[in-house]
């Protein structure tokens, strides 16, 4: 079994699409490790706010099936593909982590590079896997969280699903 860690995102229709993706997860595999939903603006182009997290999964799939699985219940969502790279989207599912795999695996770069750049990957994974290594660089992830220094904004919010709440606001 490999561990995975999967991030999500939305931006249209965000608890609706959020909560299909943690459905059709939770149906594929045994257990889930969800981390706290965060909104955040938009990188790279002028767009509303998304909702972002990561999620954990332990599987025997291997990434292309893995990447094949993620891509239909994109396009089950209504992901379009015939729009430009930076736009809105209704669901967003990328492997971030397949293990302590390094390089193009199935046609997936591994692992993503999202994740030292975009703080609403690195900060979800920082939380529920804040002592593991990343495979290039060698540091863990909460580590990696500590000394985050781009100008990304992002905050927590209240998510429920299947009548738990997964995540919760910050106090202000």
Not at 56 to 76: H, N, P, Y
Request: aromatic share 10%.
């Amino acid at each position: 079994m490999a561990r995975v860690y999967v991030s999500i995102g939305s931006n249209i229709d965000r608890e609706r699409y959020i909560t299909a993706a943690l459905d059709a997860l939770d149906g594929w595999f045994d257990e889930l490790i969800i981390s706290s939903v965060y909104e955040s603006e938009s990188v790279g182009f002028d767009g509303s706010p998304f909702y972002n997290l990561v999620v954990g999964i332990d599987t025997g799939l291997s990434v292309a099936d893995l990447s094949a699985r993620f891509k239909q219940l994109e396009a089950d969502n209504g992901r379009r593909r015939d729009v430009p790279k930076f736009s809105p989207r209704t669901l967003d599912l990328d492997i971030l982590t397949y293990d302590n795999e390094v390089g193009r695996v199935d046609g997936v770069e591994l692992p993503r590079g999202e994740i030292l750049k975009n703080a609403f990957v690195l900060r979800p994974l920082a939380e529920i896997a804040p002592a593991d290594i990343h495979p290039v660089c060698g540091e863990r992830y909460d580590a990696l969280w500590r000394t985050y220094d781009r100008d990304q904004k992002l905050w927590p919010v209240d998510f429920t699903w299947r009548g738990r709440l997964i995540s919760r606001a910050a106090a202000r």
